[in-house]
T-cell receptor, first 110, second 115 residues
Framework: QQPVQSPQAVILREGEDAVINCSSS?????VHWYRQKHGEAPVFLMI?????EQKGHDKISASFNEKKQQSSLYLTASQLSYSGTYFCGTEATGTYKYIFGTGTRLKVLA | ETGVTQTPRHLVMGMTNKKSLKCEQH?????MYWYKQSAKKPLELMFV???????ENNSVPSRFSPECPNSSHLFLHLHTLQPEDSALYLCASSATRARTNEKLFFGSGTQLSVL
């Protein structure tokens, strides 16, 4: 029932781009993105609330396609600091709670 | 520093022990949460408190007992745990629980090992 993230893991070189997808089997009200570095707390990146909404944070942006019930996180010109596990959290419409996805481990190499 | 502090950072306990995890938030938030993070599994929501009242209990076994004495503190009391309960337990808070357009602030977690 939790959203499915793909890929499960990705390795990049500094400067390369990556896309992480989050898909749900249910109609969504919102999507959250978090990043967790090893041994640290998950840190909030962004929330997307409306279908088709896009947001950006430095070189990290995301889109939310309500009709397709999915969100994508775009990492542009990746930096070493982008390494970590990325989680999406989705709220199914009418449930008032959100469930986290399976996670994507991203490693950026120098 | 996210404003949410969890203690202890690491805990090893036997199956017959009783221990407690503590969470404190300094953000003035009204909602607090316990999550369980096991290896290769999604973050699992365990309990939600809003204004010190438990509003959600996601079918968590009774060997886990939460307590929220005030809006700044949250405890998770543990007793007679099983080895499969070994995991990272994360506390989080948000300003309100009105709708999930509220971002979560997480603590660094307590890594629990049950022997």
């Amino acid at each position: 029932q939790q959203p499915v993230q793909s890929p499960q893991a990705v390795i990049l070189r500094e400067g390369e781009d990556a896309v992480i997808n989050c898909s749900s089997s249910k109609a969504l009200y919102s999507v959250h993105w978090y990043r967790q570095k090893h041994g640290e707390a998950p840190v909030f990146l962004m929330i997307l609330l409306k279908g088709g909404e896009q947001k950006g944070h430095d070189k990290i942006s995301a889109s939310f396609n309500e009709k397709k019930q999915q969100s994508s996180l775009y990492l542009t010109a990746s930096q070493l600091s982008y390494s970590g596990t990325y989680f999406c959290g989705t709220e199914a419409t009418g449930t008032y709670k959100y469930i986290f996805g399976t996670g994507t481990r991203l490693k950026v190499l120098a | 520093e996210t404003g949410v502090t969890q203690t202890p950072r690491h805990l090893v306990m036997g199956m017959t022990n009783k221990k407690s995890l503590k969470c404190e938030q300094h953000l003035g938030h009204n909602a607090m949460y316990w999550y369980k993070q096991s290896a290769k599994k999604p973050l699992e929501l365990m309990f939600v408190y809003s204004l010190e009242e438990r509003v959600e209990n996601n079918s968590v076994p009774s060997r886990f007992s939460p307590e929220c004495p005030n809006s700044s503190h949250l405890f998770l009391h543990l007793h007679t745990l099983q080895p499969e309960d070994s995991a990272l337990y994360l506390c989080a808070s948000s300003a309100t629980r009105a709708r999930t357009n509220e971002k979560l602030f997480f603590g660094s977690g307590t890594q629990l090992s049950v022997l």
